[in-house]
């Protein structure tokens, strides 16, 4: 079978030099670029009202076409299965009549939103009278690169609709049928609503030289967002000419310490570990104090769960009666599954816990299961991830869940956003002074 890793490569951009690009490629992208830069310009300037407008007819088509994305996302599913890709990878791609109903529902949500254009940051009159405001406006043209998750195309078109940008997407081979599908879709359904189809476009028809040259095209493309896997991050991150937000692979790690209920426990790691295994937001290490009474009971629900434990020696010392786990390595403390694997270890005291977590974490999301109230604001406090989380799972680090209604994905970096990035992370500031004929001394 095809690994997560190998997958993540098919989609993942060329290193070559622009250098060497087709020129036919090179001219077609930058074509792209430029009328998206035209439309951004017509979409920041819409108001509310024909953004939302907008993003409703983009729900209702999706409804109305949802045969249409089913039957051209089976074409990619087959594909996906006769490649050998992985469960994790094939959960992603795969569409239903629920999860498309989803993505409209988010849609709506979005629409119902405060536009984030023109929102102020801060404002005051200065001492010498001049007035200041610094104001949210968009960043102009977004560009995606994603792997086999068709559900962003929908996520990060609307988000960059609402909050006033164009965005130009490469979503990779893996999902190539569904989401020339939901292209059409939302290209016609902009155009029902007065807003240009430029407003959200492709380089896919163009494959790896199309992100290539996507990567290099700045001036043309004001933020370039990479979402998926380490191998797709590091080389857009590695590559790119273009301002980039760096989103984040989850090693999300979960810390039980020895005052945790067991009940919330065992409820609080089934969810974050096998409600969707093949998400960011999953727990990958499980860390249990020594002294911890939830270990017997998390551990048997795990497994007969139909998790996979990976355990160090302690843990595998003290299994209780009909578990059984595999010696873990560094490489399961520092790999993000995807999958019903997790890794367990034992440890004396929350501050080894906390040299766990530092030595091994994405700076994604971190969380603690505790009775104890100190023992909780010691964890906030010294863990320096985008979240931490105090008795509750991971999968609430979510755009959707937080109200944000949707997300371009989890920022890991600590430049302009970080975590979920919703509508106002796809802003920037500008400042306005108005005056009545002042002039500096």
């Not at 940051?121 to 405001?133: D, I, K």
């Not at 017997?296 to 795990?302: I, N, Q, S, T, Y």
């Not at 008795?391 to 371009?408: H, I, K, P, Q, Y």
């Amino acid at each position: 079978m095809t690994s997560v890793t190998e997958q993540q490569t098919e989609s993942t951009p060329h290193t070559g030099s622009a250098a060497t690009s087709d020129a036919k490629v090179t001219a077609a992208v930058h074509a792209i670029a430029d009328r998206s830069r035209v439309a951004a310009r017509q979409v920041a300037s819409a108001n509310r009202a024909a953004k939302d407008r907008a993003l409703l007819a983009v729900g209702e088509a999706l409804i109305a076409n949802s045969s249409r994305i089913l039957a051209a996302n089976a074409l990619d599913v087959e594909a996906g299965h006769a490649n050998g890709t992985s469960t994790a990878l094939l959960d992603r791609l795969s569409l239903s009549e629920e999860r498309i109903a989803g993505l409209a529902d988010a849609l709506q949500n979005l629409a119902g939103l405060p536009d984030p254009v023109g929102s102020l940051e801060r404002g005051q009159t200065l001492p010498n009278g001049v007035r200041m405001r610094q104001i949210h406006v968009p960043l102009g043209v977004v560009a995606a690169i994603y792997e086999a998750r068709p559900n962003v195309t929908v996520d990060i078109a609307g988000l960059a609709l609402k909050s006033g940008n164009a965005v130009i997407l490469r979503g990779g081979s893996a999902a190539a049928h569904t989401n020339s599908a939901l292209l059409d879709i939302i290209q016609e359904a902009l155009v029902s609503s007065g807003l240009p189809a430029d407003a959200v476009q492709s380089v896919d028809e163009f494959g790896r030289e199309g992100a290539n040259v996507l990567m290099k095209a700045r001036g043309r493309v004001d933020v370039l967002i990479p979402r998926g896997g380490r191998d797709l991050i590091q080389t857009v991150v590695t590559n790119s000419m273009v301002p980039v937000i760096e989103t984040g692979e989850g090693n999300v790690h979960i810390f039980v310490d020895q005052s945790a209920d067991p009940a919330m426990a065992v409820n609080i790691l089934l969810n974050a570990k096998t409600q969707r295994p093949s998400v960011c937001n999953t727990v990958e290490t499980l860390l249990l104090h020594r002294d911890a009474p939830a270990t017997g009971d998390v551990l048997r629900a795990l497994a007969s769960a139909g998790v996979r434990l990976h355990a160090d020696q302690l843990t595998l010392d003290s299994l209780p009666d009909g578990v059984k786990a595999s010696l873990a390595t560094d490489d399961d403390w520092a790999r993000e599954y995807m999958d019903l694997d997790l890794a367990v270890a034992t440890v004396d005291s929350l501050d080894q816990a906390v040299d766990h977590i530092r030595e091994w974490t994405t700076g994604h999301t971190e969380a603690i299961i505790t009775n104890d109230l100190g023992n909780a604001e010691q964890f906030i406090a010294s863990i320096d991830s985008a979240a931490v989380i105090v008795n509750a799972s991971t999968r609430f680090t979510d755009g959707a869940e937080l109200g944000l209604g949707a997300e371009v994905g989890i920022s890991t970096q600590k430049m302009h956003a970080r975590g979920p990035m919703g509508l106002r992370e796809l802003t920037t500031t500008k400042w306005i002074l108005q005056g009545d004929g002042q002039i500096r001394s």
